[in-house]
């Protein structure tokens, strides 16, 4: 989801994260508010234009195995 004016550029309260680790989302957040279980262990395809496929490609980033409420890592880069 993109920030458009007036909405707040950090978290907020309420809502649920998921701090993405590893290259090349490091550091930010997720809103998985509302997903279910199934859907966080699923983990989420990221458009980024960091990746190795630049402008348009897309970042997999996923929870550990034991750690499905953890942070979601980085997993590669997919066209």
Known sequence: MAIGMGEPAGPTAG???????????????????GWTAADRAGGALLITDLGV???????????????????????????
Request: without cysteine; glycine residues 18%.
């Open 15 to 33: 809502r649920e994260y998921a701090e993405l680790v590893g290259v090349p989302l490091d550091g930010q957040l997720l809103d998985v508010t």
């Open 53 to 79: 496929y630049g402008p348009g490609g897309r970042a997999d980033y996923a929870p550990d195995d034991d750690a499905a409420g953890g942070p979601f890592r980085w997993r590669g880069d997919m066209a």
